[in-house]
T-cell receptor, first 113, second 108 residues
Framework: NAGVMQNPRHLVRRRGQEARLRCSPM?????VYWYRQLPEEGLKFMVY????????ESGMPKERFSAEFPKEGPSILRIQQVVRGDSAAYFC???????????FGDGTRLSIL | GIQVEQSPPDLILQEGANSTLRCNFS?????LQWFHQNPWGQLINLFY???GTKQNGRLSATTVATERYSLLYISSSQTTDSGVYFC??????????FGTGTSLTVIP
C-alpha cells in the first residue's frame, strides 16, 4: 500500500524558470494539501484541494504560484518565474476526508540557482 | 489562524533518558498530530490525537483539548530518536498549523 508519492525528490532551477512539483496521494485519499518548509522552520500551509476543486488557497502567494488536482493524475504545484526565495522543501499530504489524519510524502527539495 | 507553540525549542539527552515535549495551541481544534522529522527530512506520523492518551512502544501522547495543550513522552531515548518533533493542529476549516518544533539530539 504505497504512501504519498512526491517527485522529483530534488529539483534545481535557475531564476526565471518554472518549477513543477507532483504529488500522488495515497490510494483512496481524495484530499491533498501542500506545505512549504523554509530552512530551520516549521511547515506552512499553502493550499488544500479536492479532486478538481481548490478548497482553501489562503496560504498561497498571490503571484507565480498555482495548484491543481485534476480528475485523473497527480496534484501539481506550479511555480512560475522562480526566485531565490522559493528555495525550500515542499511537502504534500493526503487524507481520505477532512478531519482525518494527514499522511505526508517525503517532500521535494527545490533549489534556485 | 491558530498559534501553536512548542517547548522546549532544543533538547539534548543522554541515551536512555526520558523526556516530555509540550505543544500549546490558542484555539479549539478538530485534530492534532505529532510528527517526527528525521535527519533526512522525512516526516513520520507519530500520533493522531485530538484528545485523550495513546501509546506506541516507547512513545506516548496526551492531549487535553479543553486546556489546549498536548504532551509527547519519549522514554528510554535512543540515538535514532534524534530529529525535530512537530505538533500540528487542524482548525474547523481543515487547515493545519504547525509549531516551530522541538529539535532533539540524543547522544550515546
Amino acid at each position: 500500500n504505497a504512501g504519498v508519492m512526491q517527485n522529483p525528490r530534488h529539483l534545481v532551477r535557475r531564476r526565471g524558470q518554472e518549477a513543477r512539483l507532483r504529488c500522488s496521494p495515497m490510494k483512496g485519499h481524495s484530499h491533498v494539501y501542500w506545505y512549504r518548509q523554509l530552512p530551520e522552520e516549521g511547515l506552512k500551509f499553502m493550499v488544500y484541494l479536492q479532486k478538481e476543486n481548490i478548497i482553501d488557497e489562503s496560504g498561497m502567494p498571490k503571484e507565480r504560484f498555482s495548484a491543481e488536482f485534476p480528475k485523473e493524475g497527480p496534484s501539481i504545484l506550479r511555480i512560475q518565474q522562480v526566485v531565490r526565495g522559493d528555495s525550500a522543501a515542499y511537502f504534500c499530504a493526503s487524507s481520505p476526508s477532512g478531519s482525518q489524519p494527514q499522511h505526508f510524502g517525503d517532500g521535494t527539495r527545490l533549489s534556485i540557482l | 489562524g491558530i498559534q501553536v507553540e512548542q517547548s522546549p525549542p532544543d533538547l539534548i539527552l543522554q541515551e536512555g533518558a526520558n523526556s516530555t515535549l509540550r505543544c500549546n495551541f490558542s484555539d479549539s481544534v478538530n485534530n492534532l498530530q505529532w510528527f517526527h522529522q528525521n535527519p533526512w527530512g522525512q516526516l513520520i506520523n507519530l500520533f493522531y490525537i485530538p484528545s485523550g492518551t495513546k501509546q506506541n512502544g516507547r512513545l506516548s501522547a496526551t492531549t487535553v483539548a479543553t486546556e489546549r495543550y498536548s504532551l509527547l513522552y519519549i522514554s528510554s531515548s535512543q540515538t535514532t530518536d534524534s530529529g525535530v518533533y512537530f505538533c500540528a493542529v487542524e482548525d474547523t476549516g481543515n487547515q493545519f498549523y504547525f509549531g516551530t518544533g522541538t529539535s532533539l539530539t540524543v547522544i550515546p
